[in-house]
C-alpha cells in the first residue's frame, strides 16, 4: 500500500507537541497564613475593596486624582507600552499562517555586453511570488506566542501598578501641602507672639526691670521664627509644583479643600486574607506573568533543536521582453518542503536553553521577592496605622499643654517672677509641639493611604478594572 504525503502530514501535525514545562504557580511561593497584628485585620473584607473615592473624602483632592488618571505623563507613557506589547503579540501570532510575497522587475541593457557576448541589447521581465509555511511541530511559535501574551498581561499589570502609584502618590503629596499649611501657619503665629515677647523685654529693658541680654535673645528667636516661616513657604511651594507634575501640567497653585485635621479616614481598616495579594496587587501579578513569559522560552528554546520543516511555494512568469510576459510557455512554479536540522548550531542551542532556564530562575527569585515585599508592606503599615494613631493622640495632648505653658510662662515674666529665657523656652517648647502634632496627623493618614495601595486598592476583583466613582460620587 502507498502511503500519500498528505496523509504523513496531517499525522505529523496530529502528533504536534510542545516542548518545555508547563507553567504551574509556584507551589514554593512563600505565603503568610495571618497578619501579626490580629486586630487591625478582620478577615471578613478587606480594605482594598473600598473605591478610592470612598478612602479621599475630601472631593478637592478627587477631582485632582482624576485628572491625574486623565492627565499624567507616566501613565500615557504605561499606556503606549502595553500597546506596544499588544502590537508585538499581533506580529508573533502571524507567524503561525503563510509568509506571501511578490516580486517583480524589469531590466534592459544596451551596448554592455557586446565586446564579450556580440550582443548588443537585451530584456528581462519577471513576474512572481512566493510562499513560506512552517509547520510548528515542536511547538516553538506556540512557546513564543504564549511568551508574548505573557508580556503583553506583564505590560498591562505594570500599568495597573503604575495607576496605583498614581493616585497614592496626588494623595501623599497633597495630605503634605496641607500639612505645609498649617506648618505655615503655626510658624506665622510664633512669629507674631515672638515679635510681641520682644516688645515686652524692649518694654522692661528700657524701663530698667531687665538686661539687654533679653533683648538680645529675643531679637534672635524672633529671626529664628522668621526664617522658619520662610522655609514652610518655600517647602509649600515646592509642593505644589511636585502635584501640578502629577497632574500632568506647569507648576502653579493648587486648590485646597478641608484642612489636615479634618480629613476624614476611615476608622477601620481590615486588611483580609495574605493570600489575595497574590491576584490582587498589580505588581505581583506583573511579576508571576514575567515568570511565565521567561517559562515559554524554555520550550520555545529546545523546539530550536528540532529540525524546522516548513512549506515552500513559488510561481510567476518570465520573459526576455516586456511585451510577452504574459504569453502561454513564460509561466513557472515550485512546491517543495524544506527540512533545516540544526546540527552545526546544536552546542548554541543548548547554551540557549540553559540561557533561558537560568533568566526563568531570576524571574523566580524576582516574583518571590515581590510577593514576600508585599507582604513585608502590607504588616510595615497596619502597625504604622495603629502607632500613629497613638502618637497623634499623644502629640495633640502636648500641644494643648504647650499652648497654656506659654500663657503661664508670659504671665510669670511680665510679673517679674521668671527670666525671659522660660518664656522663649516656652514658646520653642509650644513650636516643637504645634509641628510634630501637625506631622504626626499626616503621617497617621498617609499610612492608611499606604496600606490601601500595599493591598492593592481600587481594583475591582469581579472586572478587573479601576473602579472609578458615579457622577454624583
Known sequence: MRTRPGAILVVLLLAGCRMGPNYE????TPV??????TAQTLRDSSFANVPWWGVFGDTTLQ????????????VHVALARVNEARALLGIQRLEYYPQINVQAGWRKSEGADSLLTGVTNSEMAWLGGGLSWELDLWGRLRRLNEAAAANLLATEEGRKSLILTVVSDVARAYLEMIELDDQVAITDTQVVLRRQSLDVARARFQGGLTSEMDVRQGENALAVAEGSASRALRQ????ENEISVLLGRTPGTIPRGVPLAQQGIPTVVPAGLPSDLLTRRPDVRQAEEQLRAANARIGAAKAAMFPTISLTASGGTISDELGSLFKDGTGFWRIAPNLLQPIINTGRNRKQIAAERARTEAALAQYEKTVLTAFREVEDQLVA???FREEAAAAARASTASRRGVQLAGLRYEGGVDNYLALLDAQRAQ???QLQESGLQRQYRLAVVQLYKA????WDPVTDTLALPNRGQ
Do not use: H, M, S, Y
Not at 509649600?236 to 509642593?239: I, L, N, S
Open 25 to 28: 504557580r509556584p507551589k514554593t
Open 236 to 239: 509649600r511651594a515646592q509642593k
Open 32 to 37: 503568610a497564613t495571618g497578619w501579626r497584628d
Open 455 to 458: 493591598l492593592g486598592g481600587g
Open 431 to 433: 513650636l516643637d509641639a
Open 63 to 74: 477631582t485632582l486624582i482624576r485628572r491625574a488618571l486623565k492627565e499624567n505623563r507616566d
Open 385 to 387: 496605622v495603629q502607632r
